[in-house]
């Protein structure tokens, strides 16, 4: 029995699906035969119906577009009402049952295909949600990260440039003091010495010629004062005669001042270099040597400057105390303005500035600058960095 009714429901199918295509005549005698052969097998009316909703539901519904849904399934429905008619004719009592069930069916059937096609689009724009809100976040987090990072550069250009000023008017105060203190005082006993010998040249002749031997020392201190100050700001030696002897007197006159034993070695080929540059490696060293005297409790200094393959590279080594590099740099102090101030100057042209600090082997500067680079020109394959 049930192999007849599997052989039933394939031939049902069959005709079901030929029934629907289009451009078939809508003949319904396969339709009439298929109810007699149900009526040979047994199968009841609500049997009939529940294979005639699989079908549809299942196979003929799920691909059919939209707009052709309703007139299928009416078309499918012709098709059931015209199988189940032998039912009926033998069943005379359900014949408004079969009527009933067959809209059931009709209405069951599209509202299933209409709540699937209905939820698939629901998933569908649940998951296009999900990923719009997802951008959405990474972007705001992405933004919110770039908006932190800009205020806190901006404050730390604020904080410099606060230093700077700072710094820039403490090094006007030293000068205007050292002027005031030392020069103008020194210029001052010079009046009053030559109003003295003005007083005393009619009369005594030998503390005349004292006098004036201690006034020409008066202002044979104040020329030097003068031109100490000169070679601070601009030493003239850098424009007339080049960087090497310009170190050379400066590294000469720190070891005097400091008594820092300072051994400077330098390749004879940095004078190609152009103003700029060479004055930059010249106020490097400056600071340099400046930081050692004041913080490192150094008793020698190695300069060198030689020739390598990336340029030329000038390394500042002393033997006095470490100390912790990204520490000072990022302090907020003036302590960290002569590392930044070596390092923008470098940038500025294009150069390479490293600061390396090991205890029990000092302290170590490096300022490398590409050949062929010009003042002032950033356009430089080397990229400015810090190097540790």
Partial sequence: MKAQSRKFSRRYRAALRTHLQPGRPAGLEPASGLGDQALA?????????KLH?????????PGCPARRRAALIKQAGIFFAAAITPIEKTHRNVREAAVQLKKFIETLSQRTVELAA?????SLEIAQRKAAEAALQKSEHHYSQLFRQSEGLQEQLRRLSRQILSAQEEERRRISRELHDVIAQTLTGINLRLATLKKAAAGNLNGLARNIASTQRLVEQSVNLVHAFARELRPAVLDDLGLVPALHSFVKLFSKRTRIHVHLQAFAGVEQLDNDQRTILYRVAQEALTNVSRHAQASRVEVSIQKITDGICMRINDNGKAFEVERVLHARG????????????????????????VPGKGTTITALIPV??????????LKPKLER
């Fill in 41 to 49: 097998v047994g199968l009841e009316t609500l049997d009939l119906a």
């Fill in 53 to 61: 909703e699989q079908i549809l539901v299942t196979e003929v519904l």
């Fill in 118 to 122: 209905s939820n698939l689009e629901l």
């Fill in 334 to 357: 003036r302590k960290r303005l002569g590392l930044l101030g070596m390092r923008e100057r470098l940038e500025m042209i294009g150069g390479r500035f490293g600061i390396e600090s």
């Fill in 372 to 381: 062929g680079n010009t003042g002032g020109r950033k356009a430089s394959p």
